[in-house]
C-alpha cells in the first residue's frame, strides 16, 4: 500500500519541533540536506565494511534526517526551487552511495551473487524516482501527488533495506542448508536475508515503476480528452 500525501503531511507535521530547534541552532535547509548527506555517506561506508548492523541504523537516521529540511524550509518561509533541487540531488546522490557501499560490502564477503541483488535494488530504486520526476518535468502530474503512487516509494524502501541490514546483520554467519544430502550448499542466513530485502525492493520498486507509467498515462489520456472536448465545445 502506498503512503498518502496526508500520511507524509502528519509525519512531517511531528517532525517540525526537531526541525525548527536545528533552525534555532543556526542550521538552514541546505545544511540540513548536507549533513544529512553526510550521515548516509558514513552509513554507506559502514556497508563497504560489513557492518551491516550499524551501518543499516546510520543509513536509517541519515533517511529520517532528510525529511528536516524540507519540513523547516516550509516552516520559516524559506522554500525555493533551488533548495528543493539540492534536496533531491542530494537524495538520489546518497541513496546511490548506500548501493555502491552495499555492492562493496556483499562483494567482499565472498557471496558471489549478492551483490547482482544490491544492482538490481539500485536500479529499481532510481527508475521509480526518474519516473516520477520525469512526468512532473512534462507537466502530468502537476499537483496530483505522484509520490503517493505505487507501493514503494523511498520510505518503503528504506525501512525494508534497513531492517535487512539490521536482521541480516544480527543473524550473522549462521547458516542454512539449501538442497539434500551432503552436497547442499551452506548459505549464510545473514547474507540470504540482505538478498531477501534487496529482492523485496527490486520486484516492488519495478511495479511502482508500472504503476507510474500507467498513472501518467492516464493523466496524458484525460488531457487529450479535455482537449477534444473543447475543440468540439468550440
Known sequence: MAISNDTRSRVKKVGEP??????????????????????????AILLGL?????????????????????TLARATGQVTKLGAFMDSVFDRWGEAL?????????????????????????????LVSYARAKSEGLGFSAGTGMAAV????????????????????????EVATAGEGAGGATVPLG???????????ALGATITVVQ???????????????TEAGEQAS
Request: aromatic share 10%.
Open 212 to 226: 507510474r507509467i500507467f498513472h501518467t498515462r492516464a493523466q496524458a489520456r484525460a488531457a487529450v480528452t479535455t
Open 191 to 201: 547474507i540470504l536475508v540482505i538478498e531477501g530485502a534487496l529482492a523485496i525492493i
Open 98 to 126: 548506500v548501493y555502491v557501499g552495499l555492492v562493496a560490502g556483499l562483494a567482499a564477503s565472498g557471496w558471489v551473487n549478492a551483490p547482482i541483488f544490491a544492482a538490481a535494488a539500485m536500479a529499481s530504486a532510481f
Open 18 to 43: 526537531i526541525a525548527l530547534f536545528f533552525g534555532r541552532l543556526g542550521l538552514t535547509p541546505d545544511g540540513l540536506t548536507l549533513i544529512g548527506f553526510a550521515i548516509t555517506t558514513g552509513g
Open 150 to 173: 505505487g507501493v514503494m516509494p523511498r520510505e518503503i524502501r528504506l525501512v525494508i533495506l534497513c531492517g535487512g541490514l539490521v536482521v541480516g546483520g544480527l543473524l550473522g554467519t
Open 50 to 70: 560489513q557492518l551491516w548492523v550499524v551501518g543499516g541504523l546510520v543509513v536509517f537516521v541519515g533517511g529520517v534526517f532528510d525529511m528536516f529540511d524540507g
